[in-house]
């Protein structure tokens, strides 16, 4: 099973440390195994880098973009699976983070991300444990003449 969370990430934030995502990933598994005044420092930089959610439009927006899929809710988890492949996702709404967990192959999870990459492109995803991570919409790098 992949868990993957998944934070909106401050514009200013995101466009400074585009192309070094692995700093992001270094702070959230730093406040993962950090015990008391340091666990305190690195969840006061997180809410600092990353914006709350907007749990209404973004619950509006998922809604809308799942429409035509089969999914179903239960409470605040957008679930979708597939049994007779044993394949699904479900995406869970928190406050400041969403949870995505995943089995099977990409293809319900990516339901998700694309759902998510309309609705906020500064949205980074992370599976710690299988050490992936990257924007939902990658940023455009600026050119310069």
């Known amino acids: 099973m992949r868990i993957y969370l998944i934070y909106l990430i401050e514009d200013e934030f995101a466009e400074f440390f ?3 995502e692995r700093k992001f990933v270094e702070l959230f598994i730093a406040e993962r195994k ?3 005044d340091m666990k305190e420092i690195v969840q006061k930089q997180i809410k600092y880098i990353t914006k709350p959610l907007p749990y209404l439009d973004l619950h509006r927006h998922l809604a ?3 429409e035509n899929q089969e999914f ?3 409470g605040k988890v957008y679930c979708t699976e597939n049994t007779s492949v044993y ?3 479900e995406l869970s709404i928190g406050e400041h983070c ?3 967990k995943a089995w099977g192959s990409y293809a319900c999870e990516s339901i998700f991300f694309e759902a998510l990459r309309k609705f906020n492109g500064r949205f ?3 599976d ?3 050490d992936q991570y990257g924007w939902v919409k990658p940023i455009k790098e600026r050119k310069f003449v």
């Open 18 to 20: 585009y192309g070094r």
């Open 34 to 36: 950090l015990r008391g």
């Open 64 to 66: 809308h973009s799942v």
């Open 72 to 74: 179903y809710i239960k």
């Open 87 to 89: 394949e699904g996702a």
């Open 98 to 100: 969403l949870q995505l």
């Open 124 to 126: 980074l995803a992370m």
């Open 128 to 130: 710690i444990e299988n």
